[in-house]
């Protein structure tokens, strides 16, 4: 089948105007003072309730797939099944949206590791969506949207000014554990099987490539979380005030 006529396009379009179409809903919310008062907070804000949202339902389904089809976590390459594949393709939509709105809202300079990023997610989807193979490695990698509940929180609460709350206090506890179980954990357990795979087969060659890349980012972030949070008095001061990544 022509990879123009693969039926998953409308997947892929359904759910990235399902995101679109959650953007406009989550902005008719109110927004904290402090956020309403800025523009580009504004913006951030609204951006990462989509975000949230994304993780809340991404994260938890993927737990959900590997509780259903336990094969995943073994059989990375041909484990398949509809949940896990509808979730795919949701996450893939999730990644085309998000990349439109940064794009649209001429934030690609000060979010161009979040382009970056995606654009590595959607070419690691596509053996899934399109080919049917590595659903399994898809589902493991969408473990981190779990982390990113937590991440994506704490982001909201420094936007917000509200690092001083008892909750922004614990969350960065909790963030670090998640980081390590649902970030760290799985993307070391697929850059392991990878290693093994890639000189077995070109896709396995492909998709090692892209996962080293967001290996080498994950840690960066990693850095960046135990600086701010732990170790704030290393924190350079920003040069860039409108940077996406609010450290």
């Not at 995943?72 to 990644?95: K, N, R």
Request: charged share 15%.
């Amino acid at each position: 089948m022509p990879l123009l006529l693969h039926p998953a396009w409308p997947l892929l379009l359904g759910a990235t105007l399902t995101f679109r179409t959650l953007r406009r809903a989550l902005c008719r919310l109110p927004l904290p003072a402090h956020v309403r008062s800025d523009p580009l907070r504004t913006w951030r804000w609204h951006n990462l309730l989509v975000s949230f949202t994304h993780s809340i339902v991404s994260g938890i389904w993927a737990l959900l797939c590997l509780w259903q089809t336990p094969e995943m976590l073994v059989e990375i390459e041909t484990a398949w099944s509809l949940s896990g594949y509808l979730l795919v393709c949701l996450s893939a939509g999730y990644f085309i949206h998000d990349t439109v709105d940064i794009v649209v809202s001429r934030q690609a300079r000060a979010s161009w590791e979040y382009l970056v990023h995606h654009v590595m997610a959607i070419g690691a989807f596509s053996s899934g969506i399109f080919w049917k193979r590595f659903v399994g490695g898809g589902v493991l990698i969408l473990l981190v949207e779990v982390s990113n509940i937590f991440l994506t929180l704490r982001m909201m609460m420094k936007i917000n000014n509200a690092q001083h709350l008892l909750l922004y206090r614990v969350n960065k506890y909790v963030n670090l554990v998640m980081y390590f179980l649902f970030r760290l954990a799985p993307q070391a357990y697929l850059t392991n099987f990878f290693l093994q795979y890639a000189g077995q087969k070109t896709l396995g060659a492909f998709l090692l490539s892209i996962l080293l890349m967001l290996d080498v980012m994950i840690l960066i972030y990693f850095s960046r979380l135990l600086r701010s949070d732990f170790c704030p008095e290393r924190v350079p001061n920003q040069q860039h005030k409108d940077k996406f990544l609010t450290e």
